[in-house]
């Protein structure tokens, strides 16, 4: 192939090569292959390096001609008696033929489209050949096979167990072992990643021989040694990082919160409904955590509909009673407006002041005027975070910026982004000595061993149980030829006054007719059209999406609460912290294009009063994935059971959106292994209590900056 034939060429730059050499700068690789390399996240040499074999052939045992078995593949050593080129011009194809033979005879071989092959292998020449023998007009015939000559010293291709890598178009994995043999090759001595002691004592393979047995392997055994030492590694430099973090955090000084009953009871009294149990164990914990003088570190994990919110208002308000304030972030404007609303009711019996500050307005509740929402300056609103008269500050990420400052900030309570670190949390302090206590909340349930591998560094409280009075909803995965069907189910719960969410996965289309895969993609924008205009005429049909105006999205919503829209049509935007209880459809187009938790949570905004509420899911796709996703989803009401699921069919790095730390898919399908964390977490700890700062360490030390930088953006 031409992908041979420029592999083969010479580094005009003759610079020396190391793991962070652009893959420019290899061998024979131009704009075009910076392309195909740049599908598979191949920039680097170490990219190359690291893009490990999905599996591997055993082509170590030849096979002599007499004994080989049309369908089958083989390797076979012979000398060749003929070779020639026969170019088919008509079909602007060319066939190059030839004729081998061994001590049992003699086999016929055909490559297609492979002009070269002339070029590289002659008469009389001794060769291995792995291919499958097929039957043509000729007879039995090895087809296309790959190919060494005996006389190389080491066989990449041939002869042994032999790399199978992911490609893509262009890319063979007869490439890549080409490319990787010449980069090991150059790199004549790597540095060592792993300490010395750990290798020692865990008999782990070196890492330039691990890079060596994963991609040309001596045997089956040292290919799976050479994956394990590169999974434990990634694992222990997630576990050092960590366990990292959980010692810093244990070392900084927090304000401590004293824990008053009498006003949780107060909090409690005015509530129309009684916490679960799961509820006031939660809530025992944090109380607990803040009233310690180091900062709490906890991770509030809860199904949809669990009562979190709830929760995190009786820690605000415990620290807004001891004269403190708090911090509540969340990811989108409509998510965080509803907290303002909601705390707002919650919390204004207490007297206190609550701000709101996002990307696009600024709102205030005064203690005094409990009961009004009153529109502020962003300037008035800063100077009353900064003197400490706004007690609770709701926002988005707005709230970490420079000019947002505070006077005695002690808990910080993070919505849906449980990545918030202890810089961010500096920041919002401004450089002063203490730390704020860190509440983090999720809606997505993560598997315990997920828990114990990726948050190690948190402490895990689990909201397990539903209010009581809850009906599940009923899930359906609707086929096209039932759309119509459906159509005249939703208007039946419209007559009996329930309301109706339909999800798409796109806002407009970016041509007249886009599709993927020969499928077409549902967006908001037409699908209110055709609601609208065509399916339900006689109700009223809204739509909601990111590109409005802060303003229309406020005024579309408040319809939709106040029961005047039939139908809202939107984006993912409702994906979390929309609260209509008189909603009982959730109508999701496009399912393919969401992940299981996300679907989860969408179907987690029905069923939220004592209506019995349905969740239809429609797609296009004959994948299997999505089958098997479906059926999950189908089958489950719980989260937690649902994010097992979701983990089997997904794997840990999509799940948990791991792939943002640059941990290779083998190392993360180890994530499961319980085993190997653990081991992995030993030898962090071993390091650790002798080196806390890493200061032996300069390699490790470098790996944990890159990975906070890329966790802790700022």
């Known amino acids: 192939m031409v992908a041979d034939q420029e592999a083969a060429g010479s580094n005009p730059a003759g610079d020396t090569m190391n793991l962070s050499t652009p893959i420019t700068r290899l061998p024979g690789v131009g704009p075009i292959y910076e392309k195909r390399l740049k599908k598979l996240g191949i920039t680097t040499t170490r990219d190359l390096l690291f893009h490990f074999p999905k599996e591997y052939q055993d082509f170590s045992k030849i096979t002599s001609i007499n004994k080989v078995r049309e369908g089958q593949t083989y390797c076979i050593k012979g000398r060749i008696l003929d070779i020639k080129l026969k170019r088919i011009w008509q079909r602007r194809m060319s066939i190059t033929q030839a004729v081998i033979e061994d001590k049992t005879g003699s086999l016929k071989l055909i490559w297609f489209n492979q002009p070269y092959i002339t070029t590289n292998l002659q008469k009389d020449d001794e060769a291995l050949f792995v291919g499958k023998v097929i039957r043509n007009k000729t007879g039995i015939t090895l087809s296309n096979p790959s190919y060494e000559k005996t006389e190389q010293e080491e066989h990449i291709h041939v002869g042994r167990l032999v790399s199978i890598y992911p490609e893509t178009s262009g890319i063979s994995s007869r490439w890549i072992r080409q490319m990787v043999k010449t980069i090991l090759d150059q790199l004549d001595s790597l540095p060592e990643t792993l300490p010395k002691e750990i290798l020692k004592k865990r008999d782990i393979l070196e890492f330039q021989e691990a890079l060596k047995q994963a991609h040309f392997p001596d045997s089956k055994q040292q290919a799976k040694e050479a994956k394990k030492r590169f999974a434990f590694e990634e694992l222990f430099q997630i576990m050092l990082f960590v366990l990292t973090e959980r010692k810093r955090l244990a070392k900084v000084k927090a304000i401590p919160v004293p824990l008053s009953i009498d006003l949780v009871k107060r909090l409690l009294s005015k509530l129309p409904y009684k916490l679960t149990d799961a509820q006031r164990k939660a809530t025992w914990q944090i109380l607990k955590d803040i009233e310690k003088p180091r900062p709490m570190n906890r991770l509030l994990e809860g199904d949809v509909g669990s009562g979190k919110t709830i929760v995190a208002a009786i820690a605000a308000l415990a620290t807004i009673r001891e004269g403190y304030q708090v911090a509540l972030l969340a990811p989108t ?9 909601s705390l707002g009711q919650l919390l204004s019996p207490f007297r206190m002041d609550i701000g709101l500050l996002t990307g696009k307005e600024d709102k205030f509740i005064s203690k005094k005027l409990p009961k009004d929402v009153i529109e502020i300056s962003r300037r008035k609103l800063l100077e009353r975070a900064k003197d400490g008269s706004i007690n609770l500050l709701i926002g988005t990420h707005a709230i970490i910026q420079d000019q947002v400052k505070f006077s005695d900030l002690a808990l910080v309570i993070v919505d849906e982004q449980h990545r918030f670190g202890v810089r961010q949390r500096a920041k919002l302090l401004h450089k002063t000595t203490l730390i704020p206590h860190l509440l983090s909340m999720t809606a997505t349930p993560i598997p ?4 114990l591998s990726i948050y190690g560094d948190l402490d895990l409280t689990v909201l397990d149980e539903l209010p009581k009075g809850r009906k599940k909803v009923k899930t359906s995965i609707i086929p096209p030829r039932e759309r119509e069907n459906a159509y005249k189910f939703m208007a039946k719960e419209i007559e009996k006054g329930r309301q109706v969410f339909v999800i798409c996965p796109r806002i407009e289309a970016k041509s007249d007719k886009e599709t993927e895969d020969g499928k077409i993609i549902r967006t908001v924008q037409e699908e209110h059209k055709k609601l609208e205009e065509e399916i339900f005429p006689d109700y009223n049909v809204d739509m909601l999406h ?11 919503m408040q319809k939709f609460k106040r029961g005047t829209t039939d139908v809202l049509v939107s984006t993912s935007v409702v994906e979390v912290g929309i609260d209509i209880p008189n909603a009982s459809v959730m109508f999701i187009e496009g399912v393919e294009h969401f992940g299981l938790a996300q679907l989860h949570q969408f179907r987690g905004r029905v069923g939220r009063a004592e209506h019995q509420s ?8 004959n994948s299997e994935t999505t089958r098997k996703r479906l059926q999950a989803l189908a089958t489950s009401t719980s989260g937690f059971e649902l994010a097992e699921q979701d983990l089997k069919i997904r794997g840990p790095g999509d799940f948990t959106g791991l792939k943002q730390w640059g941990v290779p898919d083998f190392a993360m399908e180890q994530l499961l292994n319980l085993q190997l964390v653990e081991e992995a977490k030993e030898a962090a700890n ?29």
Do not use: N, W
């Not at 349905?614 to 796709?621: E, R, V």
């Open 686 to 714: 071993e390091i650790l209590e002798k080196d806390l700062e890493l200061k032996k360490h300069p390699i490790l030390k470098k790996r944990m900056e890159e990975l906070r930088e890329k966790l802790h953006l700022e």
């Open 448 to 451: 315990r061993t997920l828990a």
């Open 333 to 341: 404007e409509i998510l965080a407006k509803q907290h303002f609303k």
């Open 546 to 556: 990111g590109k409005m105006t802060t303003k229309e999205k406020e005024v579309v």
């Open 614 to 621: 349905y969740c239809f899911l429609f797609t296009d796709s």
